[in-house]
């Protein structure tokens, strides 16, 4: 990569001075011209949006350089890599944390912005897979083109190759004009084609040959439309399972994922939390038009500690809800009864666990784990129940190979720690009755 000079800024200097000789070229004929033709007038606009784009490209060059020139992140202290990022001038319609894997993503992001290499963003619902690619698209040379957003799960099949490559007038019953698709819509700006996973294989076939070629063809028409569209794709599946089934293409996957970035669940970041609660209530209370809510104590330590299966998007809902519904203070009342914890008095069996577990080690019981069951409560304790049961059944019958476990339930390796962790399991304790059941099957008499 030539893009990138250790030793100097030589390069720095010979792209300002050409920009600098093609300005002053532009002056000087605005400057002595006596009289100006619409067409005079129409290519010096055109020349004025060239030096624009140059140096819209030469300025995200620079940032580019900066990032790659700060060296290794990871060799930064603990919290100064989050400004690190700031300070080069990095665009995030939002907030973020110190936490490792969220900004070894933003990083990976911020590098590959400024080319044109193909992104593939991938993480559970919720986790923010769109506005990384707005992220990228923000901080790239494409940031001032067309950001095209396509839900490859929303559309119909026999609409599919109408909807990203357009049709002609007749083509089908009811294409009563000429209609631009989202690639061409796209032309030198960014198409973020979200839940790729969803695409059915006549599509993929269909996208990978944009791929390759960089060229469309409408629907009904046998014309050829060169596309100049940088592609960002998101999934919330495991894409290598479904190659495996035959649902996702394997080439299609290995042109999508040039550059791969895995965003984690929010219940992995969990510093972040109280950072999005108070983001996402400023936010509710400018779109309401009235102040931010203040959370009762209940109330926030129920939110610190919720495990969010609906990540960030569940989160900023809440939040909304709670702005909406509350008045000057909002109590756990105002949470989604399914989730809501009831008064005080009675609780079920798995909260009582947790409940014990934490006096045993001598801390204080949070509110919400305090409160007797609702209805809601109880389905959810009722749930908890039955994932215990199956984790151990699932354990028992992988003799306690975690990764074993994940493959065959089609999981994070993680995330099934996590719920291990959740329920007090260790996969150890399978693996030795595992081995005792082996024991005795060999001892015993005929």
């Known amino acids: ?20 000789e093609k300005i002053e070229i532009l002056r000087s004929t605005l400057r002595w011209a006596t009289s100006l033709q619409r067409n005079d007038i129409e290519k010096l606009l055109r020349q004025a949006n ?39 001038s990095f665009v995030f319609e939002g907030t973020f944390g110190d936490n490792p894997r969220l900004l070894d993503a933003l990083e990976i992001a911020e590098k590959a912005a400024p080319t044109d290499l193909p992104v593939l963003v991938d993480g559970e619902s919720g986790t923010g ?25 929303a559309i119909p099949d026999n609409l599919l190759e109408s909807e990203l490559f357009g049709h002609k007038k007749g083509a089908f019953t009811g294409a009563v004009n000429d209609r631009k698709g989202k690639f061409e819509s796209a032309h030198r700006g960014t198409i973020f084609l979200d839940e790729i996973g969803e695409l059915p294989l ?13 060229e469309i063809q409408r629907v009904g028409s046998d014309e050829t439309i060169a596309v100049d569209a940088r592609i960002v794709a998101a999934t919330n599946k495991n894409l290598r399972r479904l190659i495996e089934q035959g649902t996702f293409r394997e080439d299609l996957f290995y ?9 984690p669940p929010l219940r ?34 129920f939110l610190l ?3 969010y299966p609906g990540n960030i998007r569940e989160l900023r809902n809440m939040m909304y809800r709670i702005s909406c519904l509350a008045g000057d203070i909002a109590d756990v009342g105002h949470l989604p009864e399914d989730i809501r914890p009831a008064p005080a008095g009675a609780r079920g069996g798995a909260d009582a666990a947790k409940v014990e577990s934490v006096r045993g080690q001598g801390a204080q019981v949070p509110a919400h784990l305090e409160a007797p069951l609702s209805l809601g409560e109880a389905k959810r304790v009722a749930s908890d129940q039955a994932e215990r049961v199956c984790l151990e059944r699932g354990l028992q019958e992988v003799g306690g190979t975690v990764a074993e476990l994940a493959r065959r339930w089609d999981m994070n390796r993680s995330h099934l720690q996590l719920l291990l962790k959740k329920h007090g399991l260790h996969s150890k304790d399978f693996r030795h009755q595992a081995g005792a059941g082996a024991g005795r099957a060999v001892t015993a008499p005929d």
């Not at 990569?1 to 600098?20: C, E, R, T």
């Open 202 to 214: 006549i599509g993929q076939v269909k996208l990978l040959r944009v791929l390759q070629s960089h």
């Open 255 to 263: 042109r999508l994922s040039v550059i791969h970035v895995t965003l």
């Open 50 to 88: 060239a030096l624009r784009d140059e140096v819209m490209q030469l300025s995200h060059r620079e940032r580019f350089v900066q990032a790659v020139s700060a060296g290794p992140a990871l060799a930064l202290p603990a919290g100064e890599r989050r400004q690190a990022l700031l300070a080069r």
């Open 268 to 301: 992995e970041r969990q510093d972040e939390i109280p950072m999005l609660i108070a983001y996402f209530s400023d936010e509710a209370a400018e779109a309401l038009k009235r102040r931010p809510v203040k959370l009762s104590p209940r109330l926030r330590d």
């Open 1 to 20: 990569m030539k893009l990138f000079n250790p030793g100097g800024v030589q390069g720095s200097a010979m792209s300002y001075a050409a920009l600098l």
């Open 129 to 153: 897979k769109e506005l990384m690619a707005k992220v990228i698209h923000a901080n790239g040379a494409r940031a001032d083109k067309p950001y095209i957003s396509v839900n490859c799960g």
């Open 305 to 307: 500690a919720y495990d």
